[in-house]
C-alpha cells in the first residue's frame, strides 16, 4: 500500500502572509488534487494535476498557485491569507483505474 | 452541471438503530457514485462504489441504491455502532476535470452507547 504526507499538520499564519502547503505520495500515481473542507460546505476542488509539470485549474483555484515538479509531489501556495480564514485543505491523488486517496490534512488558521 | 445535494447535515443515533442518508444528484450520462467516510483527524475514505452496471454497493453492513428515475443514491445501515459515527460524503465521479470528484456537503453522524 502507499500513504499521503502532507506537511505540515497545523498551520497558523497572519493576515497578507504568503503559505505553502505540501504534499506527497509514494503510490506512483499520476493524478493530484488539492480540495479545501469547509465545515458545512463540504470538500471544494481547487487545483488538480494529472502529471508533472500539468496544473489544471478547479472551482476555487481564485487566491491559490500550484506547482507540480516532481511526480511525487504537488504543493499548494496561499498567495494572501485572509484574515480570520479558517480551513482545512486536504490532498489526494489517484492511479489510473483506482480509488481516489487523501491525505490527512493541513489545518490553516489565519489570525 | 454536475452537482450532489445532502440534506441532512446532522444526524444522530443510539446503537442498533437504523441509519439512512439522502442523496441527490445531478449529472448527464451513465455516473459512477460513491460514499466516502471521514473520521476525525483522518482524511475521506472510500466507504463504497456503485456503477451503472450494477446498481447497488455494499461494504462493512452499508449499503447503497443508485436509482436513475429519482436521481437518488441513499445510504443505508441496519444497525449503527458508536464506531460509525463518523461525516459521511455523498461523492459524484467526473470524466472531466482530471476525474476529480464532487462532493456533498456531507452529514455528521453520531452514535451514542
Known amino acids: 500500500g502507499g500513504i499521503i504526507t502532507q506537511t505540515p499538520k497545523f498551520l497558523i499564519g497572519q493576515e497578507g502572509q504568503k503559505l505553502t502547503l505540501k504534499c506527497q505520495q509514494n503510490?506512483?500515481?499520476?493524478?493530484m488534487y488539492w480540495y479545501r473542507q469547509d465545515s458545512g460546505k463540504g470538500l471544494r476542488l481547487i487545483y488538480y494535476?494529472?502529471?508533472?509539470?500539468?496544473?489544471q485549474k478547479g472551482d476555487l483555484s481564485e487566491g491559490y498557485d500550484a506547482s507540480r515538479e516532481k511526480k511525487s509531489s504537488f504543493s499548494l501556495t496561499v498567495t494572501s491569507a485572509q484574515k480570520n480564514e479558517m480551513a482545512v485543505f486536504l490532498c489526494?491523488?489517484?492511479?489510473?483505474?483506482?480509488?481516489?486517496?487523501f491525505g490527512k490534512g493541513t489545518r490553516l488558521t489565519v489570525v | 452541471g454536475n452537482s450532489v445535494t445532502q440534506m441532512q447535515g446532522q444526524v444522530t443515533l443510539s446503537e442498533e438503530e437504523f441509519l439512512f442518508i439522502n442523496c441527490t444528484y445531478s449529472?448527464?450520462?451513465?455516473?459512477?457514485l460513491f460514499w466516502y467516510v471521514q473520521y476525525p483527524g483522518e482524511g475521506p475514505q472510500l466507504l463504497l462504489k456503485?456503477?451503472?452496471?450494477?446498481n447497488k454497493g455494499s461494504s462493512r453492513g452499508f449499503e447503497a441504491t443508485y436509482d436513475k428515475g429519482t436521481t437518488s443514491f441513499h445510504l443505508q445501515k441496519a444497525s449503527v455502532q458508536e464506531s460509525d459515527s463518523a461525516v459521511y460524503y455523498c461523492?459524484?465521479?467526473?470524466?472531466?476535470?482530471?476525474?476529480?470528484?464532487?462532493f456533498g456537503t456531507g452529514t455528521t453522524v453520531s452514535v451514542s452507547p
Open positions: 489526494a491523488s489517484r492511479g489510473s483505474n483506482t480509488e481516489v486517496f
Open positions: 503510490f506512483n500515481h499520476d493524478t
Open positions: 494535476s494529472i502529471t508533472e509539470n500539468d496544473l
Open positions: 449529472t448527464t450520462g451513465y455516473p459512477t
Open positions: 456503485v456503477t451503472t452496471a450494477n
Open positions: 461523492v459524484l465521479g467526473s470524466y472531466q476535470g482530471g476525474r476529480a470528484l464532487i
